[in-house]
Nanobody, 123 residues
Framework: QVQLVESGGGSVQAGGSLRLSCAAA????????MGWFRHAPGKEREGVAS???????SYADSVRGRFTISKDNAKNTLYLQMNSLKPEDTAMYYC?????????????????WGQGTQVTVSS
């Protein structure tokens, strides 16, 4: 059963914006942690942003002030608004959910993963 489905990726010029969406099964969306990760060629998968059930958010230093994570509980959907995009933001972006209560920043906090959506930023 597919739990997390990302959409909204695409190609954009530097300085542009994209909004990623992640539709989740109801049970999965109630997970304590919901987050976005990205994986660029030749690099390790890194955390981009996270939000917990209390609404507390966290961001990687590289995206703070440019990206915003949010969730719509009525739609069981997680979002990532990405503004002022840079070529170094190019990566496959993954939505993730983690059931354990704790720090939502590290990858080990997450149990379920989507298939990813590609974001390409050209200079």
């Amino acid at each position: 059963q597919v739990q997390l489905v990302e959409s909204g990726g695409g190609s954009v010029q530097a300085g542009g914006s994209l909004r990623l969406s992640c539709a989740a099964a109801a049970g999965t969306f109630r997970s304590y942690c919901m987050g976005w990760f990205r994986h660029a060629p030749g690099k390790e998968r890194e955390g981009v942003a996270s939000i917990n059930t209390h609404g507390t958010t966290s961001y990687a230093d590289s995206v703070r002030g440019r990206f915003t994570i949010s969730k719509d509980n009525a739609k069981n959907t997680l979002y990532l608004q990405m503004n002022s995009l840079k070529p170094e933001d190019t990566a496959m972006y993954y939505c993730a959910a983690g059931r354990m209560v704790g720090d939502c920043r590290p990858r080990r906090s997450y149990n379920d993963w989507g298939q990813g959506t590609q974001v390409t930023v050209s200079s």
